[in-house]
């Protein structure tokens, strides 16, 4: 008889603890994982390579303590540009999971290359962020390359195509040029330091106008040099306006971006570095038949100055009597301008003497002293009109106030009752039986006591 399919719900036991199912516990795990380790590179060798025809792939990397399973879905191995097999070296970017059915740990592909070259790319990458960060790429850096450099310093290997093809180029084009080659070793261990040394030591010899630094062409692995920081740090430091002629035209290398002018290919780099030799004789030629052409062109035109200069030029003694004259002339006119300036100056004169009497001090102080005389008459008549009003004022104002007087009223028969402390007595309450008082009275004043 079959067995019916186990629970998915979580039992409890009679004791009261939870107990999780399997599911549970793997569904879970996968969670922790995939929420909490992020995506990550992982390197090794593939083993049990399985490709079924769902079109995904399984595969367990390893290494020499360790394996792994891994699965990378249709719609991810699509892009990988090499056939996967056992033995391979790979390096994958995974996350990290978990089968649930099996309860196996796994890595879900997203991303696989072969190892060697991935990594070499990856290096070159990240060398170039770090150049680029620090400004060594930058235009703004950069030489300008000389127009016509008398003497070409060429750093490469000296039994290469590429120096051949430079100095094949240099010849034909700019034979003027002085050609040293610097030796150095292209590819290989110890390659970049040579090149680099090379470098530094042109750049303080400062006996080049221009360095061209580069190989022809090869592998990644053979261009390898010129990817080299210490390359690059050579170039960008060297006072001397650098080309880079490395590889192919679609090799680019880190040389390449360091450099002043990047070539893409040694002969290339050849031509950039010279000038041509028949168009810059054409261009001489050119220069010649302008510059003669405009000598002859100025010595028509002063042929023609001279000529006109010769018919205006007239004899010595005519110019001695025109400039006689010219000065008898000018002194005549002086003689009137000193004239007039002494009549006006006087006119002048007599103006302002005019105007100083006017404004005399013994003028305005007669003025003065009339003005002065009538503002005290004003004055005395002023005070003497206030005086009267402001008497007049106070009789009405002492009238007033004897009207509204106490004593005023005290003449007409009454009096001012005052207690032993000269208050006012206003009712019968203020005082008792036995308490002096006082009267006060028109004129003076009568003590008694309250009965």
Same mark, same amino acid.
């Given at each position: /008889?079959?067995?019916?399919?186990?629970?998915?719900?979580?039992?409890?036991?009679?004791?009261?603890r939870?107990?999780?199912?399997?599911?549970?516990?793997?569904?879970?795990?996968?969670?922790?994982?995939?929420?909490?380790?992020?995506?990550?590179?992982?390197?090794?060798?593939?083993? %049990?390579?399985?490709?079924?025809?769902?079109?995904?792939?399984?595969?367990?990397l390893?290494d020499?303590?360790?394996?792994?399973?891994?699965?990378?879905?249709?719609?991810? %191995?699509?892009n990988?540009?090499?056939?996967?097999?056992?033995?391979?070296?790979?390096?994958?970017?995974?996350?990290?999971?978990?089968?649930?059915?099996?309860?196996?740990?796994?890595?879900?592909?997203?991303h696989?290359?072969?190892?060697?070259?991935?990594?070499?790319?990856?290096?070159?990458?990240?060398?170039?962020?770090?150049?680029h960060?620090?400004?060594l790429? =930058?235009?703004?850096?950069?030489?300008?390359?000389?127009?016509?450099?008398?003497?070409?310093?060429?750093?490469?290997?000296p039994?290469?195509?590429?120096?051949?093809?430079?100095?094949?180029?240099?010849?034909?084009?700019?034979?003027?040029?002085?050609?040293?080659?610097?030796?150095?070793?292209?590819?290989?261990?110890?390659?970049a330091?040579?090149?680099a040394?090379?470098?530094?030591?042109?750049?303080?010899?400062?006996?080049?106008?221009?360095?061209?630094?580069?190989?022809?062409?090869?592998?990644?692995e =053979?261009?390898?040099?010129?990817?080299?920081?210490?390359?690059?740090?050579?170039?960008?430091?060297?006072?001397?306006?650098?080309?880079?002629a490395?590889?192919?035209?679609?090799?680019?290398?880190?040389?390449?971006?360091?450099?002043?002018?990047?070539?893409?290919?040694?002969?290339a780099a050849?031509?950039?570095?010279?000038?041509?030799?028949?168009?810059?004789?054409?261009?001489?030629d050119?220069?010649?038949?302008?510059?003669?052409?405009? /000598?002859?062109?100025?010595?028509?035109?002063h042929?023609?100055?001279?000529?006109?200069?010769?018919?205006?030029?007239?004899?010595?003694?005519?110019?001695?009597?025109?400039?006689?004259?010219?000065?008898?002339h000018?002194?005549?006119?002086?003689?009137?301008?000193v004239?007039?300036?002494?009549?006006?100056?006087?006119?002048?004169?007599v103006?302002?003497?005019?105007?100083?009497?006017?404004v005399?001090?013994?003028?305005? /102080?007669?003025?003065?002293q009339?003005?002065l005389?009538?503002?005290?008459?004003?004055?005395?008549?002023?005070?003497?009109?206030?005086?009267?009003?402001?008497?007049?004022?106070?009789?009405?104002?002492?009238?007033?106030?004897?009207?509204?007087s106490?004593?005023a009223?005290?003449?007409?028969?009454?009096?001012?009752?005052?207690?032993?402390?000269?208050?006012?007595?206003?009712?019968p309450g203020?005082?008792?039986?036995?308490?002096?008082?006082?009267a006060?009275?028109?004129?003076?004043?009568?003590?008694?006591?309250v009965?």
């Amino acid at each position: /008889m079959p067995t019916s399919p186990p629970s998915v719900a979580s039992p409890l036991p009679t004791d009261g603890r939870p107990v999780m199912t399997v599911s549970e516990l793997n569904r879970e795990v996968k969670q922790l994982l995939e929420g909490n380790v992020p995506l990550l590179w992982v390197g090794g060798e593939i083993s %049990n390579f399985a490709a079924p025809s769902s079109g995904h792939w399984y595969f367990t990397l390893k290494d020499a303590r360790a394996q792994v399973r891994c699965a990378m879905f249709r719609g991810r %191995n699509r892009n990988v540009r090499f056939q996967p097999a056992n033995g391979r070296e790979i390096l994958a970017r995974a996350r990290v999971s978990l089968y649930e059915g099996r309860g196996e740990f796994q890595l879900i592909i997203e991303h696989l290359e072969e190892a060697g070259f991935g990594a070499l790319m990856r290096q070159l990458e990240m060398l170039k962020a770090k150049l680029h960060a620090e400004g060594l790429f =930058d235009p703004a850096r950069k030489k300008a390359l000389p127009y016509l450099p008398a003497t070409i310093g060429i750093i490469t290997s000296p039994t290469g195509a590429a120096v051949r093809d430079m100095i094949q180029v240099l010849g034909r084009r700019y034979p003027a040029a002085r050609i040293e080659l610097i030796p150095v070793a292209v590819q290989g261990q110890g390659a970049a330091q040579q090149i680099a040394q090379a470098i530094q030591l042109a750049g303080r010899l400062q006996r080049h106008d221009l360095l061209i630094v580069g190989r022809g062409g090869g592998s990644l692995e =053979d261009l390898w040099a010129f990817n080299e920081e210490i390359v690059a740090r050579a170039l960008a430091a060297c006072p001397i306006p650098t080309i880079s002629a490395v590889g192919h035209e679609t090799d680019t290398t880190i040389a390449d971006l360091a450099a002043d002018v990047r070539a893409p290919t040694p002969s290339a780099a050849a031509e950039i570095a010279s000038a041509n030799a028949a168009a810059l004789r054409e261009e001489v030629d050119g220069y010649r038949w302008r510059l003669t052409r405009a /000598m002859e062109i100025q010595l028509r035109h002063h042929r023609q100055h001279i000529q006109l200069v010769g018919h205006r030029i007239r004899h010595p003694r005519e110019q001695l009597q025109n400039h006689a004259q010219r000065l008898d002339h000018l002194e005549i006119r002086l003689k009137a301008a000193v004239r007039n300036l002494s009549q006006s100056r006087a006119q002048r004169l007599v103006q302002l003497e005019r105007a100083l009497n006017q404004v005399h001090p013994r003028h305005k /102080m007669d003025g003065a002293q009339h003005q002065l005389t009538h503002q005290v008459r004003r004055l005395h008549k002023s005070m003497g009109s206030l005086l009267q009003h402001k008497k007049e004022q106070a009789a009405y104002t002492a009238q007033l106030l004897n009207s509204v007087s106490p004593l005023a009223v005290l003449d007409r028969g009454y009096a001012i009752l005052l207690d032993e402390n000269q208050r006012v007595i206003r009712k019968p309450g203020d005082v008792k039986s036995g308490d002096p008082i006082t009267a006060k009275l028109s004129r003076g004043q009568i003590s008694a006591r309250v009965e």
